[in-house]
Protein backbone atom coordinates (compact mmCIF):
# COMPACT_ATOMS: atom_id res chain seq x y z
CA UNK A 1 0.00 0.00 0.00
CA UNK A 2 1.16 3.37 -0.82
CA UNK A 3 2.65 5.33 2.23
CA UNK A 4 1.48 8.85 1.33
CA UNK A 5 -1.92 11.09 1.46
CA UNK A 6 -1.84 13.86 -1.59
CA UNK A 7 -5.02 16.05 -2.52
CA UNK A 8 -6.79 14.68 -4.89
CA UNK A 9 -6.90 17.64 -7.17
CA UNK A 10 -5.89 21.36 -7.42
CA UNK A 11 -5.80 24.14 -9.49
CA UNK A 12 -3.00 26.59 -10.62
CA UNK A 13 -3.22 29.78 -12.52
CA UNK A 14 -0.70 29.68 -15.64
CA UNK A 15 2.59 31.40 -14.69
CA UNK A 16 2.07 31.17 -11.05
CA UNK A 17 3.70 29.12 -8.04
CA UNK A 18 2.30 25.51 -8.26
CA UNK A 19 2.82 23.96 -4.32
CA UNK A 20 1.64 20.15 -4.10
CA UNK A 21 1.17 18.61 -0.84
CA UNK A 22 2.46 14.92 0.12
CA UNK A 23 1.76 13.49 3.75
CA UNK A 24 4.12 10.38 4.73
CA UNK A 25 3.61 10.75 8.37
CA UNK A 26 5.04 6.67 8.89
CA UNK A 27 8.04 7.61 6.90
CA UNK A 28 11.12 5.19 8.27
CA UNK A 29 14.42 7.32 8.52
CA UNK A 30 15.99 5.59 5.17
CA UNK A 31 13.39 6.27 3.36
CA UNK A 32 13.58 8.81 0.79
CA UNK A 33 10.56 11.03 -0.86
CA UNK A 34 10.41 11.24 -4.99
CA UNK A 35 8.18 12.67 -7.19
CA UNK A 36 6.90 11.15 -10.54
CA UNK A 37 3.90 12.92 -12.90
CA UNK A 38 1.70 11.75 -15.50
CA UNK A 39 0.75 13.66 -18.48
CA UNK A 40 -1.80 12.77 -19.71
CA UNK A 41 -1.58 9.01 -20.13
CA UNK A 42 2.03 8.44 -21.36
CA UNK A 43 4.10 7.10 -18.85
CA UNK A 44 5.46 8.74 -15.54
CA UNK A 45 7.67 11.12 -15.75
CA UNK A 46 10.59 11.68 -12.49
CA UNK A 47 10.79 14.62 -11.48
CA UNK A 48 12.61 15.33 -8.36
CA UNK A 49 13.52 13.11 -5.04
CA UNK A 50 15.16 13.97 -1.73
CA UNK A 51 15.84 12.38 2.19
CA UNK A 52 16.11 15.43 4.25
CA UNK A 53 17.26 18.49 2.83
CA UNK A 54 15.46 20.53 0.19
CA UNK A 55 15.85 20.52 -3.21
CA UNK A 56 15.95 22.18 -6.47
CA UNK A 57 16.80 20.93 -9.76
CA UNK A 58 15.55 22.26 -13.23
CA UNK A 59 11.81 21.34 -12.79
CA UNK A 60 10.83 21.81 -9.38
CA UNK A 61 11.81 22.28 -5.96
CA UNK A 62 10.87 19.94 -3.01
CA UNK A 63 10.57 20.91 0.58
CA UNK A 64 10.62 18.67 3.23
CA UNK A 65 9.60 19.27 6.75
CA UNK A 66 12.37 18.83 9.65
CA UNK A 67 10.24 16.12 10.96
CA UNK A 68 9.95 14.47 7.55
CA UNK A 69 6.74 13.63 7.89
CA UNK A 70 5.31 15.88 5.01
CA UNK A 71 6.64 17.06 1.64
CA UNK A 72 5.64 19.76 -0.79
CA UNK A 73 6.43 20.21 -4.68
CA UNK A 74 7.12 23.22 -5.90
CA UNK A 75 7.17 24.18 -9.70
CA UNK A 76 8.09 27.39 -9.66
CA UNK A 77 6.12 29.12 -12.55
CA UNK A 78 3.45 26.59 -14.05
CA UNK A 79 2.43 26.33 -17.56
CA UNK A 80 -0.49 24.69 -19.11
CA UNK A 81 1.88 21.76 -20.53
CA UNK A 82 2.37 20.84 -16.47
CA UNK A 83 -0.93 19.99 -16.45
CA UNK A 84 -0.77 16.45 -15.22
CA UNK A 85 -1.28 13.58 -12.02
CA UNK A 86 1.33 13.94 -9.19
CA UNK A 87 2.39 11.16 -7.54
CA UNK A 88 4.75 11.44 -4.29
CA UNK A 89 5.95 8.31 -3.46
CA UNK A 90 8.64 6.95 -0.52
CA UNK A 91 10.98 4.55 -1.14
CA UNK A 92 14.01 3.00 0.33
CA UNK A 93 16.81 3.33 -2.22
CA UNK A 94 18.08 0.07 -2.71
CA UNK A 95 18.97 -1.93 -5.90
CA UNK A 96 16.01 -2.71 -7.58
CA UNK A 97 13.51 -1.36 -4.82
CA UNK A 98 9.71 -1.10 -6.94
CA UNK A 99 7.73 2.07 -6.72
CA UNK A 100 4.29 1.81 -4.83
CA UNK A 101 2.17 4.49 -6.41
CA UNK A 102 -0.76 6.33 -4.68
CA UNK A 103 -3.68 7.56 -6.21
CA UNK A 104 -2.05 11.24 -7.09
CA UNK A 105 -2.83 15.02 -7.10
CA UNK A 106 -4.57 15.89 -10.39
CA UNK A 107 -3.22 19.26 -11.33
CA UNK A 108 -4.72 21.84 -13.32
CA UNK A 109 -2.67 24.57 -14.59
CA UNK A 110 -5.49 27.17 -16.41
CA UNK A 111 -4.88 30.17 -18.11
CA UNK B 1 18.77 4.30 -27.27
CA UNK B 2 17.44 6.37 -24.24
CA UNK B 3 14.19 5.38 -24.15
CA UNK B 4 11.96 2.41 -23.37
CA UNK B 5 10.45 0.93 -26.06
CA UNK B 6 7.06 -0.95 -25.61
CA UNK B 7 5.13 -2.72 -28.56
CA UNK B 8 2.38 -3.03 -29.18
CA UNK B 9 1.38 0.72 -28.51
CA UNK B 10 -2.58 -0.60 -28.88
CA UNK B 11 -3.54 -4.24 -28.93
CA UNK B 12 -7.32 -6.04 -28.56
CA UNK B 13 -7.82 -9.05 -27.86
CA UNK B 14 -11.23 -11.03 -27.36
CA UNK B 15 -11.88 -12.82 -24.35
CA UNK B 16 -10.25 -15.63 -24.05
CA UNK B 17 -7.57 -15.23 -26.37
CA UNK B 18 -3.76 -14.63 -25.96
CA UNK B 19 -2.05 -11.37 -25.32
CA UNK B 20 1.86 -10.57 -25.19
CA UNK B 21 3.50 -7.46 -24.98
CA UNK B 22 7.12 -6.45 -25.12
CA UNK B 23 9.46 -3.71 -23.73
CA UNK B 24 13.27 -3.15 -24.70
CA UNK B 25 14.60 -1.63 -21.74
CA UNK B 26 17.30 1.06 -21.84
CA UNK B 27 20.78 -0.16 -23.07
CA UNK B 28 22.63 -1.15 -20.22
CA UNK B 29 19.77 -1.01 -17.36
CA UNK B 30 19.71 -4.27 -14.92
CA UNK B 31 16.15 -3.65 -13.61
CA UNK B 32 13.05 -4.18 -15.51
CA UNK B 33 9.83 -3.72 -14.02
CA UNK B 34 5.84 -4.21 -15.36
CA UNK B 35 2.96 -2.30 -13.82
CA UNK B 36 -0.54 -2.42 -15.01
CA UNK B 37 -2.78 0.82 -14.91
CA UNK B 38 -6.58 -0.16 -14.68
CA UNK B 39 -8.14 3.07 -13.78
CA UNK B 40 -6.99 6.82 -14.64
CA UNK B 41 -4.82 6.84 -11.14
CA UNK B 42 -4.14 3.87 -10.16
CA UNK B 43 -0.81 1.96 -10.87
CA UNK B 44 -0.35 -1.83 -9.75
CA UNK B 45 3.38 -3.36 -9.85
CA UNK B 46 3.34 -6.78 -11.15
CA UNK B 47 6.50 -7.95 -11.89
CA UNK B 48 10.33 -7.27 -11.86
CA UNK B 49 13.67 -8.42 -13.16
CA UNK B 50 17.13 -8.24 -12.49
CA UNK B 51 18.67 -9.05 -15.58
CA UNK B 52 16.91 -12.38 -16.80
CA UNK B 53 15.97 -13.30 -12.94
CA UNK B 54 13.00 -12.36 -11.56
CA UNK B 55 13.38 -10.01 -9.13
CA UNK B 56 10.48 -9.17 -7.02
CA UNK B 57 6.87 -10.83 -8.28
CA UNK B 58 4.73 -9.92 -5.36
CA UNK B 59 2.37 -7.95 -7.38
CA UNK B 60 1.89 -10.90 -10.27
CA UNK B 61 -1.28 -12.54 -10.59
CA UNK B 62 -0.93 -16.31 -9.97
CA UNK B 63 -3.02 -17.53 -13.04
CA UNK B 64 -3.02 -16.55 -16.65
CA UNK B 65 0.19 -14.02 -16.24
CA UNK B 66 3.89 -14.70 -16.79
CA UNK B 67 6.96 -12.58 -18.00
CA UNK B 68 10.54 -12.97 -19.27
CA UNK B 69 13.69 -10.87 -19.73
CA UNK B 70 16.06 -12.97 -22.07
CA UNK B 71 19.16 -11.96 -23.07
CA UNK B 72 19.39 -10.00 -26.33
CA UNK B 73 15.44 -9.81 -26.39
CA UNK B 74 12.88 -7.66 -25.40
CA UNK B 75 11.38 -8.74 -22.48
CA UNK B 76 7.86 -9.65 -22.56
CA UNK B 77 4.64 -9.88 -20.41
CA UNK B 78 2.08 -12.82 -21.66
CA UNK B 79 -1.58 -12.83 -20.55
CA UNK B 80 -3.35 -16.19 -21.03
CA UNK B 81 -6.95 -16.51 -22.10
CA UNK B 82 -7.58 -12.67 -21.40
CA UNK B 83 -10.33 -11.33 -18.98
CA UNK B 84 -12.23 -8.13 -19.29
CA UNK B 85 -10.89 -6.94 -16.53
CA UNK B 86 -7.65 -7.28 -17.91
CA UNK B 87 -7.99 -3.94 -20.15
CA UNK B 88 -5.45 -1.64 -18.77
CA UNK B 89 -2.38 0.06 -19.95
CA UNK B 90 0.56 -1.56 -19.08
CA UNK B 91 3.79 -0.12 -18.45
CA UNK B 92 7.16 -1.21 -18.41
CA UNK B 93 10.37 0.57 -16.44
CA UNK B 94 13.87 0.11 -16.27
CA UNK B 95 16.70 1.23 -14.01
CA UNK B 96 20.43 1.16 -13.77
CA UNK B 97 22.34 -1.34 -12.05
CA UNK B 98 22.67 1.37 -8.84
CA UNK B 99 20.37 2.37 -6.10
CA UNK B 100 18.03 4.05 -8.59
CA UNK B 101 19.00 7.89 -7.68
CA UNK B 102 17.56 9.22 -10.62
CA UNK B 103 14.32 7.40 -10.69
CA UNK B 104 13.46 4.79 -13.32
CA UNK B 105 12.64 5.99 -16.97
CA UNK B 106 8.97 4.48 -18.03
CA UNK B 107 7.97 3.66 -21.33
CA UNK B 108 4.99 5.00 -23.36
CA UNK B 109 2.95 1.83 -22.40
CA UNK B 110 0.81 -0.64 -24.43
CA UNK B 111 -2.88 -0.04 -23.95
CA UNK B 112 -4.84 -3.70 -23.60
CA UNK B 113 -8.43 -3.53 -24.53
CA UNK B 114 -10.09 -7.15 -23.93
CA UNK B 115 -13.46 -7.35 -25.73
Known amino acids: DAKTTQPPSMDCAEGRAANLPCNHS???????VYWYRQIHSQGPQYIIH???NNETNEMASLIITEDRKSSTLILPHATLRDTAVYYC????????????FGAGTILRVKS | GEEVAQTPKHLVRGEGQKAKLYCAPI?????VFWYQQVLKNEFKFLIS????????ETGMPKERFSAKCLPNSPCSLEIQATKLEDSAVYFC?????????????FGSGTRLTVV
Open chain 2, 93 to 105: ASSPWDRGVYGYT
Open chain 1, 26 to 32: TISGNEY
Open chain 1, 50 to 52: GLK
Open chain 1, 89 to 100: IVRVMEYGNKLV
Open chain 2, 27 to 31: KGHSY
Open chain 2, 49 to 56: FQNENVFD
